[in-house]
Structures are given as C-alpha cells and as structure tokens.
C-alpha cells in the first residue's frame, strides 16, 4: 500500500443509504428516471438521488456500479454511499474506489437465478485513500482528466456503431417500405403457419439436433421433426415475431411456427427479411407471455416481387450491406470495449500501481 493512504472498512467509513421501493404501476410519472440494480427502469416525479454513484444491490450484472449524472430516483434494487467524515475522505475519490472495486463487489453477489449483494461482506470491504485531501482531489482531477477523453471517444464510438446499425435499417426500409411495383398481398393470402412439436425440457434427449423455440435454440436432442431449407416464426415469449431461415435437420417445437402451403414462388432469405422488416412481434397478443397466431398475423400487408429472381437480387444486395454493416459494427464494439478496458486498467494502475507519483 502506498505510503500515507488510510485502510478502513467500508462500513467504518461510509454510510450506506439503501433505495426506496417503488413500483411503475402507482408511481409511475414522467420526468425522473429509476435506477436500481441496473439501467433506468422507469420514469416518477419525484427524486432521491442527484449525481451518484450506484451499487446494485439486488439483480447484479457484471456492471454492479455505475455514476449517474443529474436527478433520479433510486429503488430498493439499488443503494449508494457516503462518507461518514467529509474531512477524510471526499465523495469523488469515495466513488472513483468503488468502481475500481466493481469486480470484487460482483464476486460478493449470492445466488443463482440472480445474484443479489452480501451487504455484510460488502461492508466488511477494505477501502483505501490518501489521508491528505489536497491528494484525494489531485487523484480525482486526474482522472476526470483521463476519463473525460475517454468517455468522449467512447460516445463517438457509440455514435458510429448506432449511425451503422442505422444504415442497414434504412435501406431495409427503402426496399420493403416502397414496394413500388410489387405484389401487395395479405399474410394470409401468401401461406400458412403450422406449430411444431411439444419437446419439453425433460424429454430432451442429448444430441445434435438444435431443438427451436419461440426465442430461438432452447437446447438440443437426438431426433429432429425438420429438415431442409425453412423459414421459422417465433410463436410465443419475449422474441416471439422473430423469423428465421434455416438450412438443416431441426427440432421445432410447439413454441414456433413453420411456415407451410406457399401460395407464391418465395425465395426462403428474402421471405425472411420481409418478414423481419415487418416486425411480427407488435401482433402478439399480451398475456401472461406475448403470443402471435395465424389469426393476429393473418392481415399483415406484405409487399413483394413476384420474380424470385428479382428476390435473389434483393437478398443478394442486404446480404452484401448486412456484411458490410456486421464488420463496422465489429469494429466499433471492439473500440468501445477496448476504451472500457482502459478505464479498468487507469483505475487499477491508480489504487494499486504507481500512476500518482509525484
């Protein structure tokens, strides 16, 4: 340890100030985000919090702290810190040790579904800090420093992924929002869907065979009930609309759909991108879990090329840009996560290294 910085527990040094508990449904409002173990859940009128450091305390991620800037509201998913005596330890340099600590206090999460904090071992934590304040807010200038130009690169990284993404849904938009001289024919009237098997989880069988569910592979077998060149619908859950192609012996389950009795000539991957485009999941039908059938889709307007070759041309040409879009996308994600990196290693550099010598 550095010579002149203070060892405490946390406990000894801070106070810990847990969220209040609130539910969308009553207190909902417009103004004030709520923050708890996460990202902002929803919106309330009023706040308890200002330009703070939160801990997840229940539902951790592996990002279990993160600042948030200006007014919010703070649930019982999440808790903050201060400290006990302002004229040893400052609030910033407080918060900059917390982040540095955010892989040890995930590490304190109990639990399996979720993973919720051991505030006694939480609080049992070693902090460490300069007993001079003068030192405390040198440390915090440098850092802001550094964090400042790398929160910048970040948002312009951030900008260039989403500006990519963007790209790709535009010109998808410019293909399939026009249709000018194509078909325009009611989901209905083009085929049909068919559910697939019930294979619960207990008669899975270990295999091979990817089985298919309303959100995509919910495991693999030994048989399959599919094969060949198809297009699948997500029939029920959080993803269900979603549509796929498939090329292989499957399992399909009752989950999902086949799409069966083609009434038109359909290039299968351009079928798919239509019908991706149209976005199926705004059909379902909310219940206890979000369902799509034939009778929600049955009046879907679609717009397509009679030609299966002018398909092809179609799927040939957003192949190409979807490609294009993933590499940029690649590149992007590897720069946003390389500046995170930066930022783990600056801290670290910071509390256990030498990076404040004089």
Known sequence: MKKDWEIKRLGDACEVEYGTRVVQKKDGGTIYPVYGGGGATFFMDTFNRENRLIVSRFAMSKQCTRFVLGKFFLNDSGLTLKPKDNNTLIS?????????????????????????????????????????????KR??????????AIDKAKANAEKNLKNAKELFESYLHGVFGNGKGWEVKKLGECFKLKSGDMLSAKMMKFGEIPVYGGNGVSGYHDEFNLQGENVIVG?????????????????????????TDYKFDFDKLFLTYL????????YARQAAQPVIS????????LFFPKSKAVQQSVVHKLDSLKAQTQKLEAVYKKKIAGLDELKKSILQKAFVGDLFNS
């Open 294 to 301: 034939n009778s929600s889709l049955n009046n879907v307007e």
């Open 235 to 259: 029939r029920v859950g959080a993803l269900c609309g979603n549509v796929r192609s498939v090329n292989e012996k499957i399992w399909l389950t009752d989950n999902a759909f086949l799409i």
């Open 92 to 136: 910033d340099f407080l918060n900059l040790q917390i982040l540095f600590l955010n892989d040890v206090i995930y590490s304190l999460g109990k639990g399996t579904a979720q993973k919720n904090l051991d505030v006694s071992a939480f609080k049992n934590l070693e902090i460490a800090y300069p007993k001079s304040l003068p030192e405390q």
């Open 139 to 148: 440390i915090v200038s440098i850092l802001d420093k550094c964090f400042t």
């Open 275 to 282: 019908l991706n485009f149209k976005n199926l999941r705004n």
